[in-house]
């Protein structure tokens, strides 16, 4: 385990807010996980399609059905705990969850406070609009209207690339960038590909990608040091790539297969 992970460790679990116990990050195992029967799994479900409530308040979504595919796979009963952005991490280091399947995008900065899977999700931002528009890359966005959420990737990555007789619209939200396009306001917005999945539901045939700007992959986290956890879910994710059946599940969440960055295994 390398120290200044340790060091983070501890740290982020000092720093919970008031009311949570904190104790020292623990390494988990794949053994005491069997052992006690049930596996403890942070989710956001507040990031639809990734992770959502139902109908009942139940916590549900595509990183639901990909943990519960995993506790299946363990042979142990799944927990699913709701978390927050901020949360997440503190969770897991406080050791209050096992494992994070947290639409947790794998970052640097992150690396250095948790261990991530191979990915099993990603997000991949495009610039994307009016199928009699032809772009092909930054220079064919010159003098275009293109809708933006405002401070979002899309936002930033556009940004640094658009040349300066570019129309940056920014809105409040995905969602009114994507009325501004069906609107006919602009011809192209920045958008990943969740949100193009769901315009392609709603105006068939009208738009299409035109360049990919960045791309996203998000990790299954664990505690530092959880060396042998982590083996067991990234040979996992490679069954589950290689079978099929999380293509499956992101088709049914998010409306499209896996992205490539995501799908290939080693």
């Known amino acids: 385990m390398k120290l200044n992970k340790k060091l983070i460790a501890l740290a982020g679990a000092a720093a919970l807010a008031a009311g949570m116990v904190a104790g020292p990050a623990a390494a988990q195992s794949v053994e005491e996980i069997q052992q006690r029967g049930t596996v403890n799994v942070g989710l956001l479900v507040d990031f639809p399609p990734f992770g959502i409530l139902d109908q009942s308040g139940n916590p549900d979504g595509y990183d639901a059905d990909v943990a519960r595919l995993l506790a299946e796979d363990l042979g142990v009963e799944l927990n699913l705990v709701p978390v927050t952005g901020p949360n997440r991490i503190p969770y897991l280091l406080s050791n209050q969850v096992d494992i994070l399947v947290a639409s947790l995008g794998i970052t640097p900065e992150r690396d250095e406070q948790v261990d991530f899977s191979e990915p099993y999700a990603g997000i991949e931002i495009f610039v994307f609009g009016d199928t009699n528009l032809e772009v092909t890359g930054p220079e064919g966005l010159s003098g275009q209207n293109i809708a933006v959420a405002r401070a979002s990737t899309q936002d930033t990555a556009i940004t640094e690339i ?105």
């Not at 360049?211 to 982590?230: C, K, N, T």
């Open 162 to 266: 658009a040349p300066s007789d570019a129309n940056i619209q920014r809105f409040d939200d995905d969602a009114s960038a994507v009325q501004a396009l069906l609107s006919g306001q602009t011809p192209l917005m920045g958008a990943s590909n969740v949100v193009i999945a769901q315009i392609n539901t709603m105006a068939p045939d009208r738009f299409d990608t035109k360049f990919s700007l960045r791309q996203q992959s998000q990790g299954i986290a664990v505690r530092p040091g959880s060396d042998e956890l982590l083996g067991y879910i990234n040979e996992f994710l490679g069954r589950v790539k290689a079978d099929g059946k999380l293509n499956a599940l992101h088709e049914e969440w998010v409306g499209g297969p896996l992205p490539e960055f995501v799908a290939a295994t080693e």
